[in-house]
């Protein structure tokens, strides 16, 4: 239940409902029920062709052919505190690293 004054979330205490921010006390009242509607999932199609073809390039030098461009993609892979992962797919050989 939330607070009809601020708004926040109310907790239960000894019958009735007791708002933390502002003090403001209610009574229990019959069962309320939230619904809630998930979003649709949108469908990518993504060509076979070329791999890279909706990621950004960059200037890097692959390690395995030297080329100077690279497609890269950013990953969380680690947790949330720690920085995120770059992996890069060389645009000429397709090889693949990542820097972390």
């Known amino acids: 239940m939330f607070c ?3 708004k926040s979330l109310m907790f239960p205490k000894e019958g009735i409902y007791v708002c933390r921010q ?19 999932k949108e469908t990518i199609i993504v060509s076979d062709t070329d791999p890279g073809a909706f990621l950004p390039k960059t200037r890097i030098k692959c390690p395995e052919c030297s080329n100077p461009e690279a497609y890269y993609t950013i990953r ?3 947790s949330a505190d720690e920085p ?10 397709q090889h693949s690293w990542r820097e972390y």
């Not at 403001?24 to 649709?40: D, L, P, V």
Request: with cysteine.
């Open 22 to 40: 502002c003090g403001n006390e209610e009574q229990f009242g019959k069962a309320e029920k939230f619904t809630t509607n998930a979003r649709s």
């Open 84 to 93: 995120e992962t770059r992996i890069y797919r060389c645009c000429k050989c």
């Open 76 to 78: 969380q892979t680690r």
């Open 4 to 6: 009809s004054k601020c």
